[in-house]
């Protein structure tokens, strides 16, 4: 069965660094989203993608924050000058079509830490 | 704006016992409602959804009714096993925008044998 993929699982980062986390999503999938979760609360929407644009951000998703689909396979967050209330688990997800019922397929997760 | 409010837990249960975590939502229009789960040390699965009123989801034992009345999504199971030992998190999708999900905080259950 069709996965999300992650890497890397895990991300250990000075404070002021920059980091990419990178995601591929299923294959015929079209939409893309970026969510976090830091440790004990919710998972947290950050960003949706979708034909090589931005769809819509949170207000989490400030100017250090950035996405891109480099290619026709990976789906990246580039956090530019790591804070340490940045440290989180990342999860990326893709659907199809991005409707009210679609069903989003998540990635295991990148645990991001900021010293 | 749209959230979703779930039971605090943990919820510890000895194996074959009946379960049920509480979802409550707020939202505008009809959002679909979706319960994922997440084992120790893996991603976020769809266990089931429901897409209108009173539609039911169901999987491997879990179900749960879509209740417009009282904006509920209670997750159920007749008899728990000690594999369903995970975080469950409940979600609705936002209709304000592109179909964001919100999620709640997620339920961690324990089961013991």
């Known amino acids: 069965e069709p996965e999300v993929t992650q890497t890397p699982s895990h991300q250990v980062t000075q404070m002021g660094q920059e980091v990419i986390l990178r995601c591929v999503p299923i294959?015929?999938?079209?939409?893309f989203y970026w969510y976090r979760q830091i440790l004990g609360q919710k998972v947290e929407f950050l960003v949706s993608?979708?034909?090589?644009?931005?769809?819509?951000k949170s207000e989490i998703f400030d100017d250090q924050f950035s996405v891109e689909r480099p290619d026709g396979s990976n789906f990246t967050l580039k956090i530019r000058s790591t804070k340490l209330e940045d440290s989180a688990m990342y999860f990326c997800?893709?659907?199809?079509?991005?409707?009210?019922?679609?069903?989003?397929?998540f990635g295991p997760g990148t645990r991001l830490t900021v010293l | 704006g749209n959230s979703v409010t779930q039971m605090e837990g943990p919820v510890t249960l000895s194996e074959e016992a009946f379960l049920t975590i509480n979802c409550t939502y707020t939202?505008?229009?009809?959002?679909?409602l979706f319960w994922y789960v997440q084992y120790p040390g893996e991603g976020l699965q769809l266990l089931l959804k429901?897409?209108?009123?009173?539609d039911k989801g169901s999987n491997k034992g879990f179900e749960a009714t879509y209740r417009k009345e009282t904006t509920s999504f209670h997750l159920e199971k007749g008899s728990v096993q000690v594999s369903d030992s995970a975080v469950y998190f409940c979600?609705?999708?936002?209709?304000?925008?592109?179909?964001?999900?919100?999620f709640g905080t997620g339920t961690r259950l324990k089961v013991l044998a």
């Open positions: 294959s015929n999938h079209l939409y």
């Open positions: 979600a609705l999708s936002d209709s304000s925008g592109t179909y964001k999900y919100i």
């Open positions: 993608f979708y034909n090589n644009e931005i769809s819509e």
């Open positions: 997800a893709s659907s199809t079509s991005g409707g009210k019922s679609d069903t989003q397929y």
């Open positions: 939202a505008t229009g009809y959002p679909s």
């Open positions: 429901a897409t209108k009123a009173d």
